[in-house]
């Protein structure tokens, strides 16, 4: 809702207890293979404090009138169990009343990373005292956050996608054999033949391959003009990257004890298999446990 | 990828600080066997099916 090209994600809030809320987002047509997903925000409506208690927070000093917000990647295992992963937390002033945004990009990569069928996005919210035991006990029941079919319906949990289309801002495969240097403008992947026989040092020693097609990727990538809800640090522009490598296996000769033997060696990542623009600096998505 | 990288790679690979001295004669008439060759073809197939993850 809050950009001006991408279609809103309403989600549901399915089990709600006083501190902790389970929402659920359908996913489902999302997210094409031809889109990167770049970041996922949820944006949450923490509603007014209402009037009376709000008077007695005036009694807290500003540090006592704080909760934590900690936001959970919730997943259903096949067996039933289910585990979550935290995904982001911080620190919200019970005073304040508004949209909340939260960084849920690494539930957005895991929930990717699942076996289809996909289940929901599922993200348990939960509200906690700032610091256990200090301030009073229930101060951090007064950040509610707005449900579906709340008197603000237009308050309801949103999940913002923001994705770039693959067929723009992405690499073009293999380069046209026939383009010169000149005309090579998009990221591909471009011949690029390494002839071992004629390197001095592989000379005796390297009987297979005599050499190999090693690819590289050339060519540059479109950079996106809009501005990302949360700034990560460190991230730089897209470039064109060897998203994808091969082993290269070679046949040496291997000298032991005045006897020479030929054996089998793998170098890894020696060959080009796909080229991709990537962010430098951006984040590498956890690897989903088993 | 640079021849260096390449050399850099397989002393790694073998354990090796440098290249090893080795002259015609060492490899004169030397024949691969039938079992390191199968194992040179089963990692060039694997290699052409294989896809790690790079980035």
Same mark, same amino acid.
């Given at each position: 809702?809050?950009?001006?090209?991408?279609?809103?994600?309403?989600?549901?809030?399915?089990?709600?207890?006083? &501190? @902790?809320?389970?929402?659920?987002?359908?996913?489902?047509?999302?997210?094409?293979?031809?889109?990167?997903?770049?970041?996922?925000?949820?944006?949450?409506?923490?509603?007014?404090?209402?009037?009376?208690?709000?008077?007695? =927070?005036?009694?807290?000093?500003?540090?006592?009138?704080?909760?934590?917000?900690?936001? *959970?990647?919730?997943?259903?295992?096949?067996?039933?169990?289910?585990?979550?992963?935290?995904?982001?937390?911080?620190?919200?002033?019970?005073? #304040? $009343? %508004?949209?909340?945004?939260?960084?849920?990009? #690494?539930?957005?990569?895991?929930?990717?990373?699942?076996?289809?069928?996909? !289940?929901?996005?599922?993200?348990?919210? &939960?509200?906690?005292?700032?610091?256990?035991?200090?301030? +009073?006990?229930?101060?951090?029941?007064?950040?509610?956050?707005?449900?579906?079919?709340?008197?603000?319906?237009?308050? #309801?949990?949103?999940?913002?996608?923001? @994705?770039?289309?693959? /067929?723009?801002?992405?690499?073009? %495969?293999?380069?046209?054999?026939?383009?010169?240097?000149?005309?090579?403008?998009?990221?591909?992947?471009? *011949?690029?033949? =390494?002839?071992?026989?004629?390197?001095?040092?592989?000379?005796?020693?390297?009987? #297979?391959?005599?050499?190999?097609?090693?690819?590289?990727?050339?060519?540059?990538?479109? !950079?996106? +003009?809009?501005?990302?809800?949360?700034?990560?640090?460190?991230?730089?522009?897209?470039?064109?990257?060897? $998203?994808?490598?091969?082993?290269?296996?070679?046949?040496?000769?291997?000298?032991? %004890?005045?006897?020479?033997?030929?054996?089998?060696?793998?170098?890894?990542?020696?060959?080009? !298999?796909?080229?991709?623009?990537?962010?430098?600096?951006?984040?590498?998505?956890?690897?989903?446990?088993? | 990828?640079?021849?260096?990288?390449?050399?850099?790679?397989?002393?790694? /690979?073998?354990?090796?600080?440098?290249?090893?001295?080795?002259?015609?004669?060492?490899?004169?008439?030397?024949?691969?066997?039938?079992?390191?060759?199968?194992?040179?073809?089963?990692?060039?197939?694997? &290699?052409?099916?294989?896809?790690?993850? %790079?980035?």
């Amino acid at each position: 809702r809050f950009s001006q090209n991408f279609r809103e994600v309403a989600g549901r809030f399915l089990a709600s207890e006083a &501190s @902790t809320h389970l929402l659920v987002f359908g996913m489902e047509q999302r997210l094409p293979p031809s889109r990167e997903l770049v970041q996922a925000v949820l944006r949450l409506f923490q509603e007014p404090v209402p009037k009376a208690a709000l008077r007695r =927070l005036e009694r807290l000093p500003t540090r006592g009138a704080r909760a934590r917000v900690t936001i *959970e990647w919730l997943r259903v295992r096949d067996d039933g169990s289910n585990g979550t992963s935290l995904i982001d937390s911080r620190l919200v002033s019970v005073r #304040e $009343s %508004g949209w909340q945004a939260f960084d849920v990009t #690494e539930a957005v990569n895991f929930w990717q990373q699942l076996r289809r069928p996909r !289940q929901p996005l599922l993200l348990q919210v &939960s509200v906690q005292k700032e610091l256990p035991g200090a301030g +009073p006990a229930d101060i951090h029941r007064l950040v509610r956050f707005a449900e579906q079919g709340t008197r603000a319906a237009r308050a #309801e949990p949103q999940l913002e996608l923001h @994705t770039l289309d693959l /067929q723009d801002y992405g690499a073009q %495969g293999n380069c046209d054999p026939e383009a010169g240097e000149s005309k090579i403008t998009r990221c591909c992947r471009r *011949e690029t033949y =390494l002839d071992l026989q004629g390197m001095k040092w592989a000379e005796n020693w390297v009987l #297979e391959p005599p050499g190999f097609l090693a690819y590289e990727c050339v060519g540059s990538c479109l !950079q996106p +003009p809009e501005p990302l809800t949360f700034k990560w640090p460190f991230l730089g522009p897209r470039q064109c990257i060897a $998203s994808e490598t091969a082993a290269l296996p070679m046949i040496v000769s291997i000298k032991e %004890g005045g006897r020479t033997r030929p054996q089998v060696v793998s170098l890894p990542n020696m060959r080009v !298999q796909k080229c991709s623009c990537a962010w430098d600096g951006a984040l590498v998505p956890r690897a989903l446990e088993p | 990828l640079t021849e260096q990288q390449v050399l850099h790679s397989l002393l790694q /690979q073998l354990g090796l600080h440098q290249v090893p001295v080795l002259d015609r004669a060492d490899v004169e008439g030397l024949a691969v066997p039938a079992h390191v060759r199968a194992e040179y073809v089963a990692l060039l197939q694997r &290699s052409h099916g294989d896809r790690s993850r %790079g980035k």
